[in-house]
């Protein structure tokens, strides 16, 4: 993990351990993660119904001769942005099959106001969050690119919670990340199925405060969820990119535990 291995606080919450490790246009990303396969990839806009409403979601793929495993990405409490397209745009470029939902698609998509955009996530019913998390799993499993066997689980802040919360709902998930995203009651953490991994920052007290007992709770239920506290970075870290070689290793260690998770 490179010269600040040392410092960098590695969790399994059995005990503390060591780190484990379409169409569309043609995009790359020249200033995201160091994870650069040769394939192209493809990304396009998607509509699909989830009950009477439609929901959008940026789609992104690799091109490459067999079906990938997916990967659902929950966007931030400001909604859809750059970094959350950048992000599923990277996750194909690393051999997946990548869908984020706009989950503010029933209010009309998200809008240019971030302070209107938390507003309205805030007003988010968690049931309408985990039936438009179906309604995307449901979509991006019938795709003829996709094994469906093998579909995981990625957010951010915000959307790090709902990725937690939507392992507790969705058993047939293999796979769930959370980056520096709140867990969810430990009861409902006994009904997880999927392997987890959790990424935080040193200076993200608020979270941080919650990882004991998320730490407890699923020692309780007998699942393992390493995680990784990463030195000297804040709150949101892979967005803002705030030590680019932090936020590479972090990004490095998702996608290597996806490859393991899904079989990539």
Same mark, same amino acid.
């Given at each position: 993990?490179? @010269?600040?291995?040392?410092?960098?606080?590695?969790?399994?919450? &059995?005990?503390?351990?060591?780190? $484990?490790?379409?169409?569309?246009?043609?995009?790359?990303? /020249?200033?995201? =993660? #160091?994870?650069?396969?040769?394939?192209?990839?493809?990304?396009?806009?998607?509509?699909?119904?989830?009950?009477?409403?439609?929901?959008?979601?940026?789609?992104?793929?690799? &091109?490459?001769?067999?079906?990938?495993?997916?990967?659902?990405?929950?966007?931030?409490?400001? @909604? $859809?942005?750059?970094?959350?397209? *950048?992000?599923?745009?990277?996750?194909?470029?690393? @051999?997946?099959?990548?869908?984020?939902?706009?989950?503010?698609?029933?209010?009309?998509? #998200?809008?240019?106001? *971030?302070?209107?955009?938390?507003?309205?996530?805030?007003?988010?019913? =968690?049931?309408?969050?985990?039936?438009?998390?179906?309604?995307?799993?449901?979509?991006?499993?019938?795709?003829?690119?996709?094994?469906?066997?093998?579909?995981?689980?990625?957010?951010?802040?915000?959307?790090?919670? *709902?990725?937690? +919360?939507?392992? #507790?709902?969705?058993?047939?998930?293999?796979?769930?990340?959370?980056?520096?995203? =709140?867990?969810?009651?430990?009861?409902? $953490?006994?009904?997880?199925?999927?392997?987890?991994?959790?990424?935080?920052?040193?200076?993200?007290? +608020?979270?941080?405060?919650?990882?004991?007992?998320?730490?407890?709770? $699923?020692?309780?239920?007998?699942?393992?969820?390493?995680?990784?506290?990463?030195?000297?970075?804040?709150?949101?870290?892979? +967005? /803002?990119? &705030?030590?680019?070689?932090?936020?590479?290793?972090?990004?490095?260690?998702?996608?290597?535990?996806?490859?393991? *998770?899904?079989? /990539?």
């Amino acid at each position: 993990m490179g @010269g600040n291995a040392k410092r960098w606080k590695v969790g399994r919450l &059995e005990g503390w351990t060591a780190a $484990m490790l379409g169409l569309g246009a043609i995009v790359s990303l /020249s200033n995201f =993660p #160091t994870v650069q396969p040769s394939a192209d990839i493809h990304s396009e806009y998607v509509k699909y119904l989830s009950g009477k409403d439609t929901i959008t979601a940026y789609l992104a793929y690799p &091109e490459r001769p067999q079906p990938a495993p997916a990967v659902i990405v929950i966007h931030e409490i400001f @909604g $859809m942005s750059d970094f959350v397209r *950048q992000t599923t745009e990277q996750l194909a470029k690393d @051999g997946f099959v990548a869908i984020a939902p706009d989950l503010l698609s029933r209010r009309g998509g #998200t809008p240019a106001s *971030q302070d209107s955009a938390r507003k309205l996530i805030a007003g988010l019913s =968690p049931d309408t969050v985990t039936a438009d998390l179906n309604a995307t799993k449901d979509y991006v499993k019938k795709l003829k690119a996709v094994r469906s066997d093998a579909i995981g689980v990625i957010g951010f802040c915000w959307g790090g919670g *709902q990725s937690f +919360r939507y392992a #507790t709902n969705a058993t047939d998930l293999k796979a769930f990340v959370v980056c520096y995203g =709140p867990a969810p009651s430990a009861a409902d $953490m006994a009904r997880i199925r999927a392997n987890g991994l959790g990424v935080y920052a040193e200076n993200d007290a +608020r979270i941080d405060a919650g990882l004991s007992d998320a730490a407890a709770a $699923m020692r309780a239920a007998g699942k393992a969820y390493p995680y990784t506290i990463y030195p000297g970075v804040g709150h949101g870290f892979l +967005r /803002s990119r &705030e030590k680019p070689e932090v936020a590479d290793s972090a990004w490095n260690a998702v996608v290597s535990f996806f490859r393991a *998770q899904l079989k /990539s």
